[in-house]
């Protein structure tokens, strides 16, 4: 049975150097590396949150979206959501980091992150999915949506048969949602390799793609550090 390399940043790097092109897939272990955890009742969501929370109960940002409120309350409950995730986000070093891994290659964004972080930190708005809306007014379902998904279709499309890269940052071992179908994608297409970053018990690597896979273990923005100093 193939083994995976884990912490190899050198290969890491090697690959994408040289690959043609990548497709960046995420969930929110990558929000969680920014400091935003929206299924956490910690710091930021008391600060923010603190009235719906004594008043319903709610214990998380994303929890408390789908808490049955006054549709007073629940409309001030979505403006503080944009508040904290949009109007009060000024970028981070995770997402510049990222950027400046990918910006020089073809890159395309799949993720079910509704914070719209990347076209805030400088990513191209049309090579991003974001598969559940955002909390910017996308809907899934959308003309601007479907226009979104027949892009990634067409990255897809062209880069299928080439060296390209599947690049997945924060995605939870059992995700079907994105993990599942594009890292079976990858195991499919034999020009392309894994680069997976998750924390150790979050790695799963198909072994049908195993000896094509380097996962980095850990906190994801300092192995975003690691791969831009090694």
Same mark, same amino acid.
């Given at each position: ?62 929890? &408390?979206? $789908?808490?049955?409120? @006054?549709?007073?309350?629940? /409309?001030? =409950?979505? *403006?503080?959501?944009?508040? #904290? ?47 559940? &809306?955002? $909390?910017?007014?996308? @809907?899934?379902?959308?003309? /601007?949506? =479907?226009? *979104?998904?027949?892009?990634? #279709? ?77």
């Amino acid at each position: 049975m193939a083994e995976y390399k884990v912490n190899d940043y050198k290969e890491a790097k090697d690959w994408l150097k040289n690959t043609d092109a990548i497709l960046i897939t995420v969930s929110n272990g990558l929000s969680i590396a920014e400091g935003y955890h929206i299924f956490a009742d910690d710091g930021s969501f008391r600060r923010y949150f603190g009235k719906f929370r004594q008043k319903y109960g709610a214990d998380c940002l994303i929890r &408390g979206v $789908f808490t049955p409120m @006054t549709a007073a309350d629940h /409309e001030e =409950y979505m *403006q503080t959501v944009h508040q #904290y995730l949009i109007d009060d986000y000024h970028g981070s070093e995770v997402m510049k980091n990222l950027l400046s891994i990918v910006r020089n290659k073809p890159y395309f964004i799949v993720t079910s992150n509704g914070d719209a972080h990347f076209q805030m930190n400088g990513f191209d708005r049309d090579r991003i999915f974001e598969v559940e &809306g955002n $909390f910017e007014g996308l @809907t899934e379902g959308s003309e /601007e949506w =479907y226009g *979104q998904q027949q892009r990634f #279709y067409a990255f897809l499309q062209e880069y299928s048969g080439q060296n390209a890269l599947l690049f997945e940052l924060g995605i939870g071992s059992r995700n079907q949602l994105i993990k599942a179908p594009t890292m079976g994608m990858a195991a499919e297409y034999p020009s392309w390799k894994f680069i997976t970053m998750n924390m150790p018990g979050e790695i799963n690597v198909p072994d049908a793609l195993a000896d094509r896979t380097v996962a980095l273990t850990g906190d994801i923005g300092e192995n975003l550090r690691n791969l831009l100093n090694e």
